[in-house]
């Protein structure tokens, strides 16, 4: 260990007459551990919420949509096939049709966008309420019901004051013409499945049915609305639509979730840089105290750096003493405040869950929020940034006063000692 870091250490252990400044240097380690652990908790929370409302928004949503402007799409067997061996990204690919609609039940309506899917989807492995626990992949797709069947969301089903089995009227945005003046279509269909927690905070306003009863109702033939296209990770969409773009250009419209929601997650985001900005202030605060510490050391101990400079000592090894006194204090803090934040971040769940129980308060509604658990993601880019920002601030701050240190004169110093 070089005398530099010796003598950085013996200066943070202040004699009884220098207290205070020992005190100083307690607080700004203090400064650096809280700032660093605010920081690393709120974007792992920042992260968790944006992860959470990124899967609400994405749970039942495509992350590539295929359609055809002005019409229906035909010949989509082919179009599958296609589209399937474009990238190995893509995990599946289906057809669907989808159009506003009014579901009519004991005397309440619900708008809703009526969705026909196609055996195997994947809306199909959310959690339904179903007659006899039967699956609803069988109750949906049964040819030999007297009635089509409906799956409707819990807040649909509560708005219509219907349950599993009743029967309601589905009314499309299309008109008979009768000598009588243009009467709206309505056909019954048969609730066979209410979902109990919707994946998606648009789930609650789509109904689904079997792919062909659609057609049929819809009038579209053998035509669909689109084709959903499923990726292995939400970040492959944008690649994968340029894919199928190029494959498919126009009269052919393809967008990404990033199309569709990108805005909305982006000013997540953006709230996000700002907090990170916020709270890096604490640590920019916590800096000031370790300048202000230096500047106290240097000011305590001109002496004995006239007495080094007198011994030999250059003013590089000077810097590096006072260099090291705040590089030790940035260190510390930052090393208990990155210690800290984990443990709070790892367990952000638990310990909202034990602050409501032991206050019988509420502060985080399961409701409100759509999510099952307090969300906290922590990402390892989130921590280095941090740990990386504070360390920079931190010797940032113990410029000055080890510069001012290094050039002293130690004649000056000793004149009036």
Do not use: C
């Not at 003598?7 to 660093?36: E, H, N, P, W």
């Not at 040819?143 to 509560?158: C, H, L, M, N, Y």
């Not at 909305?264 to 605060?285: C, M, P, R, T």
């Not at 929020?369 to 701050?397: K, N």
């Amino acid at each position: 260990m070089g005398y530099e870091l010796f003598v950085s250490l013996r200066y943070l252990r202040a004699k009884r007459k220098q207290t205070f400044i020992s005190v100083i240097s307690f607080i700004s380690i203090a400064g650096v551990t809280l700032g660093v652990a605010a920081l690393i908790v709120v974007l792992a929370v920042m992260t968790g919420f944006h992860d959470g409302v990124r899967q609400q928004i994405l749970g039942n949503v495509p992350h590539v949509v295929l359609q055809r402007h002005g019409s229906g799409l035909a010949g989509q067997e082919q179009i599958v096939k296609e589209i399937r061996s474009l990238s190995p990204y893509v995990v599946d690919v289906a057809p669907f049709v989808s159009r506003e609609a009014m579901l009519l039940a004991r005397q309440n309506v619900a708008a809703v966008n009526v969705k026909g899917i196609a055996p195997g989807h994947k809306v199909l492995a959310q959690e339904f309420v179903s007659q006899g626990g039967i699956p609803v992949g069988e109750l949906l797709f049964d040819k030999k019901e007297g009635r089509p069947g409906i799956v409707v969301s819990t807040d649909t089903a509560t708005t219509l004051g219907v349950a599993i089995g009743d029967t309601i009227n589905v009314i499309p945005p299309d008109f008979t013409i009768t000598p009588f003046g243009m009467i709206p279509k309505l056909k019954p269909f048969k609730i066979v499945a209410i979902s109990t927690t919707g994946s998606s905070i648009l789930d609650n306003f789509v109904a689904y049915v079997a792919l062909d009863e659609a057609q049929r109702f819809f009038g579209l033939g053998d035509k669909v609305s689109g084709i959903e296209i499923d990726v292995d990770r939400f970040d492959h969409a944008r690649p994968v639509a340029s894919l199928v773009r190029q494959e498919y250009g126009y009269p052919y419209l393809t967008r990404s979730w990033e199309d569709l929601f990108g805005s909305f997650l982006a000013a997540l985001k953006l709230e996000k840089l700002g907090l990170f900005i916020v709270l890096g202030i604490i640590v920019l605060v916590a800096a000031f105290n370790i300048a202000t510490t230096l500047i106290m050391v240097v000011m305590e101990k001109t002496k004995d750096i006239a007495v080094l400079r007198s011994l030999g000592a250059t003013s590089r090894s000077i810097l590096k003493i006072f260099l090291f006194e705040g590089l030790i204090i940035g260190v510390v803090g930052t090393g208990l405040g990155t210690v800290i934040g984990l443990l709070l971040a790892k367990n952000a769940d638990p310990i909202i869950k034990g602050i409501e129980n032991q206050f019988h308060i509420k502060l985080f509604d399961k409701n409100v929020y759509g999510m099952e658990h307090f969300p906290s993601v922590v990402h390892s880019s989130d921590v280095i940034a941090v740990v990386v920002v504070a360390l920079l601030i931190s010797l940032f701050a113990t410029l000055y006063p080890a510069w001012h240190a290094a050039r002293m004169d130690p004649a000056e110093a000793l004149r009036y000692e």
